[in-house]
């Protein structure tokens, strides 16, 4: 029963952790090419990439 839920707790960590590499990794890719991260771009910005594991978009 131990092994068991040790196993589901490390499952669980392991899923957790896997978006937050790719998450930070793309907000920070935007902002170093002077983007901002929002979930839509006004008229005058266009959309150069994406933020937080595709969820926004990078504008600039």
Not at 46 to 57: F, L
Request: net charge positive; aromatic share 14%.
């Amino acid at each position: 029963m131990r092994v068991l839920f040790l196993l589901w707790v490390l499952l669980l960590f392991l899923y957790q952790s896997a978006p937050a590499t790719g998450d930070l990794y793309d907000s920070l890719q935007c902002y170093n090419n002077r983007g901002h991260c929002r979930r839509l771009c006004f008229y005058n910005e266009g959309q150069i990439g994406t933020c937080t594991n595709r969820r926004q978009r990078c504008c600039k």
